[in-house]
Structure formats: structure tokens, C-alpha cells
């Protein structure tokens, strides 16, 4: 399954999850999407996730504001038949248009915010995300 599937898929998951109001959301286990995760966490965006080997899934607790979700707008900006790839100069766009985005590069799944505080990277843009305050 290619990149663009895989991450479709996950935020389908998390869409799905905050509409019904779920505490968590699950996903298929594959190294992408935990890269993903990983980076999600890293950056306060999920309280917590965890692999359960026995299903092959992985659990994602969700974050609320109070009663709203944190993540609004998860918004997929490499299609499947159009792959996005931005360079470092052209990044200023979609920081515009979103709160975060991310990127998969040469060091692996960055997020917008640790890319263009510490690296000078592009890569195959992933998805867009804007947060609820």
C-alpha cells in the first residue's frame, strides 16, 4: 500500500472519530502511519496511542478542548493520482493555509513547525491540519 493510501486512511479514522466523538480512533498497523502518530504526539496533537499486537491495530486517544475537538479541517494535500512535493522555499504557502501540515523527507515524517525552525528540507506534502482554539 503506498503513502498516500496509508495516510487516507488514518485520517479518515481520526475524522470518523471526532464526528462521532469518540476518546479514540484505531488504525491498521504499518511503519507509516506510526511515524505519523509519532509525530502527532511529539507535537500535542493526540494524547497518547498504543499498538495492539493481537488485532494489528493501533489506538489513538484523542484530544478535546473542553467538548471540541483540537484537530478540525485534517485535509489530504497529496492525491493518489497527484503526488505534491514542495521545496523548502515554497512551504510559506501552506503555512498560510494551515495551522500544521506535514511532510515526508528524506528524515523521515516532519511537521511544519519543527521543519521550519530546524531543517531547510521539502519533501512529498501528506496532509494539512488546523486547529480549534
Known amino acids: ?10 485520517l479518515v479514522s481520526l475524522k ?5 466523538k469518540n476518546k479514540y480512533a484505531y488504525c491498521k498497523v504499518n511503519k507509516l502511519c506510526l511515524e505519523i502518530l509519532w509525530t502527532l504526539y511529539k507535537e500535542g496533537l493526540i494524547a497518547d496511542f498504543k499498538i495492539d499486537t493481537l488485532e494489528n491495530k493501533v489506538k489513538i486517544k484523542l ?3 473542553k467538548t471540541k475537538p ?3 479541517n485534517l485535509q489530504l494535500i497529496s492525491k ?10 515554497k512551504l510559506h504557502f501552506f503555512n498560510q493555509k494551515f495551522d500544521y501540515f ?6 523521515g515524517i516532519v511537521s511544519s513547525k ?15 491540519l488546523k486547529i480549534n482554539s
Open 114 to 128: 519543527i521543519l521550519l525552525k530546524n531543517f531547510k528540507l521539502g519533501g512529498q506534502l501528506l496532509f494539512g
Open 102 to 107: 506535514f511532510l515526508s523527507t528524506s528524515s
Open 70 to 72: 483540537l484537530l478540525s
Open 63 to 65: 484530544k478535546y478542548i
Open 1 to 10: 500500500m503506498n503513502k498516500i493510501n496509508i495516510t487516507n486512511q488514518l
Open 80 to 89: 493518489p493520482k497527484l503526488k505534491c512535493f514542495a521545496t523548502f522555499n
Open 16 to 20: 470518523n472519530a471526532y464526528s462521532n
